[in-house]
Each structure stands twice: as C-alpha cells, then as structure tokens.
C-alpha cells in the first residue's frame, strides 16, 4: 500500500511539472458612439442583448434574470457564462470549469463609459488564459480571432445604439 501511495505521489508531481505555466492574456477593445452611455447601455447592455450583435450566437436565460448569478446559454446551451460582476453601465462575466476541457479562465467585462453628455464609448476586455496553446503563433492567432470576433460586434454595438 505503502509504494502505491509514493507512486501516485510520485505520478502526481510529475504531472504537476508537465503542466503549462498559465499564460495569461488580456484583450482590450473600445469603440466610440454618438450616444449618451445610458442610452447606449438601454441597446446592447442587456446580459441576453449578445444576441443583438453577436449574429452568430443566440441567448436564452437559463437562471436569474440579469443580475450577478444570472446564467446565459449561447449557441444551443455549447457556451454557458455566468454573470459575476454587475453596475448601472457594465457586466462582467465568466465561462465555468467543463470537466475533462482545458479550463482558460475565460472572463469577459463589457461597460458603456460616458465620455461627455452625448458621446460615450463601449469597452470590451477578455481576460484567457492561452496555455494550452502549443505556441506563440497559435496564441497569437487565437488572440487575434477573439479580437476580431469582438470588434466586429463592437461595430454592431455602435449601429445598434446609434440608430434612431
């Protein structure tokens, strides 16, 4: 029993210095809109209004109804994310844990930041982390999806919150 137990001991740290240091990556996106914030925020600020500018991902409340603890599922239940930070102008969020997956620590903070009465601006940041990437081209590629993505329904933000 005795030299089981120094094995999985043993099998244990090896696999615990094999595993990749975290590799964390924070990225930022901001857009300007000819909006007051809270007008803007009224548009697109909603926790299921991603389906507003995210064309690709549907949203359905699976707990809560918006505030901290509330649950969304987007793409048919493939991504949950739960809301773990919450203001008048902004949400924070975080995917859980799948057991079996790679866990990146996936966090996403969206706020409508005023600028001045009638102009304010939308900043996105997603907090990953890319080690389980082989590579810094590969992290670098999935940095620049993610950016990409995101931009995109930034420019869908922006034409949602200033059309009249």
């Known amino acids: 029993m005795k030299k089981k137990l120094m094995g999985l001991a043993t099998l244990g740290l090896l696999a615990a ?3 990749a240091e975290p590799d964390y990556a ?3 996106m901001e857009i300007d809109i000819a909006r007051p914030a ?5 548009k697109v600020g909603g926790y299921c209004d991603i389906a507003k500018w995210r064309s690709d991902l549907d949203c359905k409340m699976t707990r809560g109804d918006g505030e901290i603890g ?7 239940g493939r991504i949950v994310e739960i809301m773990i930070a919450k203001t008048a102008l902004s949400y924070g969020y975080t995917q859980p844990a799948v057991e079996g997956k790679f866990f990146n620590m996936y966090h996403g903070f969206m706020e409508a930041v005023p600028v ?11 907090f990953i982390d890319e080690s389980d990437k082989p ?5 670098d590629a999935d940095i620049a999806r ?3 993505t995101f931009e995109a329904a930034l420019k869908t933000m922006k034409e ?3 059309a009249r």
């Open 70 to 76: 509330s649950i969304r599922a987007l793409a048919g």
């Open 135 to 139: 590579d810094r081209a590969a992290k």
């Open 17 to 19: 210095a094999t595993a």
């Open 160 to 162: 949602v919150s200033e």
């Open 26 to 28: 924070v990225i930022r």
């Open 38 to 42: 809270a007008e803007v925020w009224s």
């Open 116 to 126: 001045n009465a009638r102009n304010s601006k939308i900043i996105y940041t997603l």
């Open 146 to 148: 993610r950016r990409s």
